[in-house]
């Protein structure tokens, strides 16, 4: 193709297209919303312009296919943290369940937090660079850029995302409990501080450690065994001196005992597995559970301490 078959793209000014973002680009796109749509692949309508939120009014908002609403708030120049607080509150104001941030200039900050908005909440966000061009000495025309919109993928991250988080809440909550009430009973683990993992250990010797376990449905606890890197014979060493007295280690604790060597593994343990509940089972449940496992934690410490402090340091 001849060079004088291919005309030259260049970039208007906004203002010299649209003088006003409220009183022209803001109708014009109320009008044109299908060159939105095309942008981000959606099929909106437009509901309504400066619509009221609390004491400040939405750019535009529309609908879905669904008929759920959609907040659009348009920004010449560069992106700010007013206009992203805006869509925010906006969003939240009508219940939207997507929001649509279009601007002349996104910062990467911006970029970045509206990325992380889509993986960390229900609702669907997306951020646009607005521009004009003209291919010579055409009419001006829009181009709308998708810098950051929701997709299947960062869905699932959020979901992901949120599912950690409340495992980390809930379990965080089950063991300020448990420490409430076992310091009522006992010392063992009467320094520790509530955390989110899935264990909770206090230390008895180098390398021992005596652990309380909570798992989605079922819980635990166990001395666990292991002095480090290189300590494999070592931990092992320990646990067999350990099973050696297992007939007199279980009488003390009143009932079976589960003992893992685990072949293969630098650690071992012996504990006991409670099937009451975990930390997904209803709250209700949570004191029983907890209380068994204080329970046990008296026990097994009782009988396993004099054969604790009768290995080497």
């Known amino acids: 193709m001849s060079e004088e078959k291919i ?7 906004l ?44 750019d535009l908002v529309a609908e879905d296919e669904s008929g759920n609403p959609v907040v659009i708030e348009n920004q010449y120049k560069r992106s700010n943290h007013d206009h992203l607080g805006k869509l925010i509150t906006y969003l939240t104001a009508i219940g939207a369940k997507a929001a649509i941030w279009i601007v002349e200039d996104p910062r990467p900050e911006h970029i970045s937090a509206i990325s992380w ?10 951020l646009l660079k607005l521009e004009a061009v003209r291919i010579e000495n055409s ?30 809440s809930l379990r965080r909550r089950f063991w300020t409990q448990l420490l409430d009430r076992a310091k009522e009973q006992t010392l063992i683990h009467a320094n520790v501080s509530p955390s989110q993992r899935s264990e909770m250990w206090a230390r008895v010797k180098s390398g021992l450690s005596l652990r309380y376990v909570i798992r989605q449905h079922d ?50 343990r012996i504990g006991k597995q409670l099937s009451l509940g975990g930390y997904r089972d209803d709250e209700e449940k949570w004191q029983e559970v907890q209380e068994a496992m204080i329970d046990a934690m008296i026990r097994l410490e009782a009988a396993l301490r004099p054969h604790i402090d009768k290995l080497p340091a």
Do not use: M
């Not at 749509?37 to 619509?51: G, K, M, P, Q």
């Open 139 to 168: 009419l001006p025309a829009p181009l709308l850029t998708l810098i950051v919109g929701s997709s299947d993928e960062s869905q699932e991250v959020g979901e992901t995302k949120r599912e950690f988080t409340e495992r980390h």
């Open 219 to 268: 819980a635990g606890v166990e001395l666990y065994i292991d002095r480090g890197t290189d300590a494999d014979n070592e931990n092992k060493q320990i646990f067999d001196t350990l099973a050696n007295a297992q007939g007199e280690i279980e009488a003390a604790f009143g009932e079976p005992i589960e003992w893992q060597r685990l072949e293969g593994q630098r650690s071992c």
């Open 15 to 58: 203002n010299e297209v649209w003088p006003h973002e409220a009183h022209d680009f803001t109708p014009w796109l109320a009008e044109k919303i299908d060159v939105l749509n095309n942008a981000i692949d959606l099929s909106l309508s437009i509901v309504e312009r400066e619509h009221p939120a609390g004491d400040f009014s939405v």
């Open 117 to 126: 908005l889509n993986e960390s909440s229900s609702a669907s966000f997306y």
């Open 7 to 13: 005309g030259s793209l260049r970039r208007v000014p």
